[in-house]
């Protein structure tokens, strides 16, 4: 049986740090590309940054520069540490695992993965 378990999330004030990470289970990790994304309420999800086997990463361009996504294969643990949390990043955050393709560039039902994790939630307040 499969598992992505997200955690880390919680109630920051804006300009604060969180580091989510993402516990897999019943897939080999380090065959997989892993990837971050996001809902915000009232919008679609969206994706954050992918990672691939050999530590390539991918990010949505308005995503650079407080988004670090990050993986320990030995751990099969992804993270993404967020810096300089914006009120705007209260969203769930999700975790999702592809073997062959994992995009971050989608919105919507076009943000497509074949497994899932259910989502930490991050309230980011002003």
């Known amino acids: 049986q499969v598992q992505l378990v997200e955690s880390g999330g919680g109630s920051v004030q804006a300009g604060g740090s969180l580091r989510l990470s993402c516990a897999t289970s019943g897939i080999i990790f380090s065959n997989y590309i892993m990837g971050w994304f996001r809902q915000a309420p009232g919008k679609e999800r969206e994706g954050i940054a992918t990672i691939d086997s050999s530590d390539t990463t991918s990010y949505v361009e308005s995503m650079k520069g407080r988004f670090t996504i990050s993986r320990d294969n030995i751990k099969s643990t992804l993270y993404l540490q967020i810096d300089n949390l914006k009120t705007e990043d209260t969203a769930i955050y999700y975790c999702?695992?592809?073997?062959?393709?994992?995009?971050?560039?989608?919105?919507?039902?076009?943000?497509?993965?074949?497994?899932w994790g259910q989502g930490t939630q991050v309230t980011v307040s002003s």
């Open positions: 999702a695992a592809d073997q062959f393709r994992l995009s971050p560039y989608c919105s919507g039902i076009w943000c497509s993965a074949t497994y």
